[in-house]
């Protein structure tokens, strides 16, 4: 059986999550300073390429002098949970549910958040063990996607993923989703005022 309540404590009572997909080693470091400077404890680097690792390696080292963690994501292969580790991550993120990911990533000590869709998908992860779930593409499901699923899953935390924004944050976070992960929208100055607010 697997266990994600950590994110509970990963996450801090933070509504947000940073992910910075493919940008490279410095501007990844940069738009993560941006994302801790505002108040945004958790960050993920989706490992897709050789540069992404590296990126996620040295992000990883600055945020253990934050004492804050960094995560994987977009971890679909065994190969991906074993570079999120030995890079230094503390947690990897997918974007569907793989029991198979789930397991490794969990007896690599690395809690897993797995991509769900659907009621079959949420009953899956529920029963090995997972409370906390990425819902993706959020921007396509919805927020009544939500309302929906916590009927019959009232268990189940949703960090919603996909197309996220300062503008469509609010919404999500009042139909109950618990943290909404935005990338691009940390590099636009315009809607920082915005994130920031979110956090207070």
Known sequence: M??????????KG??????????GVERSLKVATTAWDLGIQA???PVQTPTDVEALRVVAEAARERGL???????????HVRQSK??????TVSPGFDVEIVRASHE?????LPGVAT??????????????LKAFPASLLGTGWFGAMRGPFPQATFVA???????????????????????????????LPALAALLR
């Open 161 to 191: 993923t996909g197309g996220m924004d300062a503008s469509t944050a609010p919404s999500f976070l009042n139909a109950g989703v618990r943290v909404v992960a935005v990338g691009s929208a940390l590099e636009d100055p315009e809607q």
């Open 43 to 45: 960050v993920e680097l």
């Open 2 to 11: 697997t266990d994600n309540s950590a994110f509970g404590d990963l996450f």
């Open 86 to 91: 030995d890079a230094g991550a503390a947690f």
């Open 14 to 23: 933070v509504p947000l999550m940073a992910i910075l997909r493919g940008m």
């Open 119 to 132: 009621a079959s998908e949420v009953q899956a992860a529920l029963k090995e063990g997972l409370t906390w």
């Open 108 to 112: 690599a000590g690395l809690p897993a």
């Open 69 to 79: 963690v960094v995560g994987a994501g977009t971890v679909v292969t065994l190969e």
